[in-house]
């Protein structure tokens, strides 16, 4: 029954200075990437945001993408990711197909008319105390779209036991060497940057965010 963001929470209250995410030179202990990822889910829950609303996520390659997901996740949501290099049509049919009425987007301020709220990741803080996201197993995590190559995109949804399952699976076939540095190089509009996040995430790891 937990969801896919609760995995790293465990983590988080038991290590919180262990270092989570390291992009180049800048490094986010789990404290730090918990932080900041609540304060962007009260600002989301503010919004509305809860279980199965569907959230556009449109964030460079930076630590902020991965405070978006947690903060996305956290607040209940479903993060909807967007290739900021795709063009804007794209980006709004998916947003449309996928009924995201607000997007974390700092990538791509264009998306503002096509939305009901745009945030920033690096907005003003909100409350800072836990929040329960009130996820259920069943509930979306993520919507991941096709290419569209053979028509439109097609947005696929993802659960949140099912994701938990695979997380686990990797926890009990993998020694736990292999989580303790993991790359995630994969574009988050794939479904393997699930793994590559989570996997370390869960396990007390560190990702190498390329």
């Known amino acids: 029954e937990a969801g896919l963001h609760e995995l790293f929470e465990v983590r988080a209250r038991e290590h919180p200075e262990a270092v989570a995410l390291v992009h180049g030179t800048a490094e ?10 609540t304060a962007l889910a009260w600002r989301l829950r503010e919004l509305g945001v809860g279980p199965e609303h569907r959230v556009g996520l449109c964030v460079a390659r930076t630590p902020e ?5 947690l903060g996305i996740l ?3 949501g479903a993060y909807v990711p967007l290739d ?13 197909a996928a009924g995201a009425e607000i997007a974390v987007g700092s990538a791509r301020p264009d998306l503002a008319p096509v939305v009901r709220h745009l945030l920033d990741v690096s907005g003003p803080p909100a409350a800072g105390e836990p929040l329960i ?3 259920r197993a069943a509930n979306v995590a993520v919507v ?22 695979h997380i686990r699976f ?18 988050v509009t794939f479904d393997a940057s699930i793994a590559e996040l989570f996997a370390p995430l869960s396990r007390g790891g560190r990702v190498f965010l390329a």
Do not use: Q, W
């Open 170 to 187: 990797r926890g009990t076939a993998f020694p736990d060497d292999a989580f303790r540095g993991m790359l995630a190089a994969a574009s």
């Open 65 to 69: 993408l991965v405070i978006a997901i």
């Open 84 to 96: 900021p290099r795709h063009p804007i049509d794209r980006l709004r049919y998916m947003l449309e």
């Open 28 to 37: 986010l202990t789990y404290g730090e990437l918990d932080r900041r990822a």
């Open 133 to 135: 996201s009130g996820v």
């Open 144 to 165: 991941i779209f096709t290419s569209g190559s053979h028509g439109r995109p097609k947005g696929v949804c993802l659960e949140h036991r099912t994701l938990v399952n």
């Open 74 to 76: 956290k607040a209940g």
